[in-house]
């Protein structure tokens, strides 16, 4: 094996110049020997070329046995003071050294915590050769960014500070400072977004001014959603201040949502111009290729570089508290390798909302799940184009302190194609506040569902042949990710549920409705049309109704006694009955209402409606199961469905996500919080969760179809099951599982949630200062991230009380419902275990468990298939 030995040292000097390229400034090399090495200086001879990057001599001579390794200490840079030729030089140590193969680009340093190569065994080899001299310090007064500004020299592995006498200090760690990094900062984009503003009143809370986040500055959001300001730390103005010298564009503020985190945007288009270099050094240093028409790339290179510049110059003020960087996701994830290699002293946390190469292979015809440890994964990325943009995402797993991701089944994935086992599993919250409304949620539900009967009844103008009490309404929702979001398999089911309902004559109708974004060109002329046929008529019979009051009244003020009733003839005029007629002429359709709400792009290449077409759901009339696909997010604007999301979600009965590929799953999360029961499978991270938090979580309201273990076929029946099952309960089941299902909000609050982030930046500290930590206990793996199950919420819903004697005349209804044969799947007896007090239960009801006792009278009833609104 190579020795590392250090024979000389080459002192490369740089004319100061004044230029703003440093390609252009006069260099000239000065030889001597270095600190203790005992052997003469080699020979070198050639020229110096890229000064700014590695070096590479035409010719290196050297004796024919390398020295002795002098001691680590006389490795350690020295900083001279350099005249040469008359004029004051700017300098740059570079050392000479052996080292064995393959090369670490770390130089001489030894890494933080691991020897493995940035990108695992499938990458590029970090290769280099004998002889080559590494760059330690480049010259300060260059303008691109150099290792003074990148990182302090730390002196050995541990990550401590050195006080002006040499003593090792170490950071304080319960003061520390946490910097979270995403590219949705203050910038909706995707779900980071959601999660980042979501959880910051939490995170603000805990920390104070000592929380901030980095992303990048995009104009137009950030005038709405960030109030500038000056920092308040001193040592983040300074480190602000040292950027902006040097051209960079970067603001400060506060975020305007609630816990008003602050904020820092980096403007990465002032950096563009540094683009290629940066390239070329990332190339270099983790063997991360990066092709010049990747726009996407292209920005996650500068933005993390400029991250890794802040974070390193902001260390060499700060160098009292501990300081933690947690990235969110592959884009803000280069600063990762540029962190540890450049040894900046930070505690790095990393987390993958989603595998890059997951989601693509995912969106195939493939077994993905079957065959996670047989993927190919470099030659799979290379396939798919992406190899460069997987190249970064696996440098930032392998580069960080602690990597997690949001869900167990994102952990197996991650481990198979990222090649590192998570540490731990942050599942994502939601601010349950924003949703709650307590006693009110009922009601809201009954106006947003009278506004969706709205939209129905133009939709479907000229066939309206349905009650809307007696109507049902699922939807789906998200990106347009026809497999991965289960769109396929929620279309097939729906039409193996209209085939069950017609077959045993169910009057209940199910409008389902598909809401993901598109390409369009405008709305159809047919939705236009039914809406504001819809709205005529209103205003005609609104017309007819205020005409038929006044007769009625005037009518009524002459009537005496022994004079007939006013009649039907009288209150309606022949004005009226004209009126009245044109209007319903007007709806008269000659075709089946429209699938669609807009104009597609591309109609006959899209995979929803190509769908539609395959399984024959046109809206007919018999059709029990109804169909509308709105290809644009909803909005309160909008002219056809004038709903925000939220207000749509709360007026519908079910939501159905059966998606194949879901890391996490926002949309049923945030059903359960605004109480609509919804549909989820194993595959997804939500799903998985509440699987494991809950016992029999359909009776919450929460039904999980397995698609793990189940054959596609099985999986269909399955998800097709839980529908036709919902569309035979009764009005009054539904109300009790609503109440049930927003129960479940505080197990997906960030009060909660937020205790897995804690978990993982006390173990990244834990790992970065072990000597801060008292005792010898071993680090905490968290990675289960699940609680003992619980199988009821604590409180319970009022239930028919008549087989424990204490039975009220509130009780008669829920009594009557048992008798009339509508098994509520509610409520189950439960046995005492006989140590317990009876007393303390003065109702020992309980929902159900996996070990129910004896059963209810009520349960040898059996539910219908037709269900009443």
Partial sequence: MGVTAAASCVVVCKKNTGKNNPSTSNTHALYCTFGSCPSPSFSISGTVTQPQHHYHLDSINSPSHPPSAPSHASLLPKILSIEFAGHRYSFIFIIYSYFPYPFSPSGYHTPLRSSAPLLGSSARSQRDHPGRLHQIITPSNSNFPSANSLSPLAPSNRKDTMSSEGEQQTRDIKNHLLFEIATEVAHRVGGIYSVIKSKAPVTTAEYGERYTLIGPLNHQSAAVEVEEMEPTNPEIAATMQSMKDRGIGIIYGRWLIEGAPRVILIDTKTAYGRMNEWKSDLWELAGIPSPPNDDETNEAIVFGYLVAWFLGEFVCHERKKAVIAHFHEWLAGVALPLCKKRRIDVTTIFTTHATL??????AGS?????????FDVDAEAGKRGIYHRYCIERAATHACDVFTTVSHITAFESEHLLKRKPD?????GLNVTKFSAVHEFQNLHQQAKEKIHDFVRGHFYGHYDFDPDNTLYLFTAGRYEFRNKGVDMFIESLARLNHRLKAVGSKVTVVAFIIMPAQTTSLTVEALKGQAVIKSLRDTTHVIEQSIGRRIFERSLKWHEGDPMPDEKELISAQDRVLLRRRLFAMKRHGLPPIVTHNMVNDHEDPVLNQIRRVQLFNHPSDRVKVVFHPEFLNSAN????LDYDDFVRGCHLGVFSSYYEPWGYTPAECTVMGVPSITTNLSGFGCYMEELIENSSDYGIY???????GVDDSVNQLTSFMFDFCGKSRRQRINQRNRTERLSDLLDWKRM????????????RRAYPNSFSGDEDEEDFIPGVEQKISRPF?????PRDRTGMMTPGDFASLQEGREGLNTEDYVAWKLPEEEDPEEYPFPLTLRTKQPGPPSPLDSASAPVNGSQ
Wanted: aromatic content about 10%; overall charge positive; glycine content about 8%.
């Fill in 357 to 362: 190469l997951g989601r693509y292979l995912c």
């Fill in 366 to 374: 493939v077994d993905f799940y079957n065959n996670l440890q047989y």
């Fill in 424 to 428: 731990g599993v942050l599942p994502n």
């Fill in 639 to 642: 002219p056809v469905l004038p």
């Fill in 704 to 710: 999980i179809v397995d698609r793990r273990t189940k």
């Fill in 754 to 765: 937020g205790m897995e982030y804690v978990k993982a930046r006390q173990l990244a500290l």
């Fill in 795 to 799: 409180s319970v819903p009022g239930s």
